[in-house]
């Protein structure tokens, strides 16, 4: 059976969308090979720049909000009306960086799950809905998943703090690592394609070194082992335990 859409979107301090999830790139019927980066919001989700600019400047005054009903349009013109969940996202206590915004299908008041209050909140949410999608169309092993939300996480950090520039700079800098040393694992637009569901345990602990590796060199040690943290503290244990035992985590411990 197939997991429910929902879609993610994370902006930078502008208002700019640095990443979406395939499930927003299904859920507004986008083609997986152009995602929408670099675009403002408000183009994104179809709707009017003063709507967009409202919300992000209470989700900014609160923290957190939790809107029940946004229309937005899809790449066909039709209108899909979603609830809305966004968090903003600082650097340190007082720094800006962006906002963290999940879509979903309306649901019944009964069974509305509670809203993000964090952007560790939003992270949690990120990776449950990667599992689901991953037990429901049995496209990716659990090790696979757990790299891709790693690496997604990774590279919106680096959007926020560095630049869209930084961002391309961590795909190519991984695809190069990975030719040069042979790893069946490629990043095309943002998103991870694997050559197979047998990788190497090797390969996928070479190619997150490479990622890690340049995340640091590029914005700090402190701001990159926070974020793999904070995954790893919300992973669902039994994918921690199995990441663990293939090398994937602690590349930071102190």
Known sequence: MESQAVGFLFTNALGEVVFTNRGFLRMTKRPFDRPPLAEALYAILGIEEPSARQFLQDLTYRGSIDRPALSIRTMTGSLRAMQAA???????????????????????HTKTPSPPHSHY?????????????ARSQKTLTFLQVYLEVQIDALQILLARLGGFDMRSALERIVNAGAVQHRIPILMRNGFLEFGDRTVPFAAYRGFFQTAVDYAVSAIGRRMVAEEMQAIDRRIEPGLLKTAELMGLTGFLDD
């Open 86 to 108: 966004g968090v903003a996202v600082f650097s340190g206590r007082e720094s800006y960086i962006g906002a963290d915004i999940q879509l979903t299908p309306p649901l019944p």
């Open 121 to 133: 909140d939003m992270l949690d949410l990120y990776a449950q809905q990667a599992l689901e999608e």
